[in-house]
């Protein structure tokens, strides 16, 4: 059977960074984050006796070394579903990849409800949260709707992404500022093993606890100022884990820092945003639904910025019928 489905990218207000367990993807500690409305992934998986082998093809280039990711997690739904055929994947993302704009999230995410439902599985949310996270840990949380948490479980069963409030909760935006389109030279996976050779990553994990129970009060009473003021120091918070790793991890670019620089000025001049960064050189403007436009009016005399994607919260993964082949 061939199925088609769509995925969010998501922005984590709080991250997740290092892992319990590799295999399983089991994060050291839990994360939120929200569905992102225009960075999205398309994913159409057919499992057929006529293929003699797995072809996987995203974004029009056929993959090798990638395609031994999205095989894996085929024969992860193989297994499931106590079957043999070998699939034809097609994949498109309508944003750029592999820059640390979490294109992974969505496309596993994408990859495993389009991959179980052409298996014939009828997973519920939550096993289709853990089969993403099996594939990418940030994929679990692109399954539910709208502003997720991902539980920080100790076994495979606990650990999985629920829906915190649905997309049309808060007029929170995020607007992606494109500084870069180039590959980032240390994957989130290979950064990730580092994370305990901070000095202050002990400490991290300590406070994260009470943090993502601080953001989740802010969240329920959209109180925007402490919200976005515990965004942006828990990005800090995470390149700082990063900077002083062994060895160390520089994901940010001089347009990066130039952005944070120019957030904190716009505040300043009476437009509230806040920033957050990922595992890369792109940066996130978080900011509420009014102060869009002029934003962007601002952004447009960046030069260093190549691309704004305006996005609101949006839906998790979904089934649709305009199929890739």
Known sequence: MKTTAVAPSNIAFIKYWGKKDEELRLPENGSISM?????????TVEFDKKYEEDEVFINDKKEEKEGGRVIKHLDRIRKMAGMEEKARVVSENNF???????SSASGLAALSLAGSNAAGLNLSEKELSILARMGSGSASRSIPDGYTEWLDGDTSETSYAVSLFKPDYWDIVDVVTVVSTNKKEVSTSEGQKLADSSPFYENRLERMGEKIEELKKFLRDKDFTKFGELVEAEALELHAIMLTSTPSLI????????????VKRWRREGIEAY????TGQDVHLICQKGSVEK????????????DIIVNYCDKGARIVDDHLF
């Open 295 to 306: 934003i962007k009016a601002r952004l447009r005399e960046v030069e260093e910025v190549r």
């Open 96 to 102: 750029p990849s592999k820059t640390g704009l979490s």
């Open 251 to 262: 994901y940010l670019l001089p347009a990066s820092l130039k952005m944070m620089h120019l």
């Open 35 to 43: 569905n992102l409305s225009n960075m999205l992934t398309r994913t």
């Open 275 to 278: 920033f957050t960064v990922n």
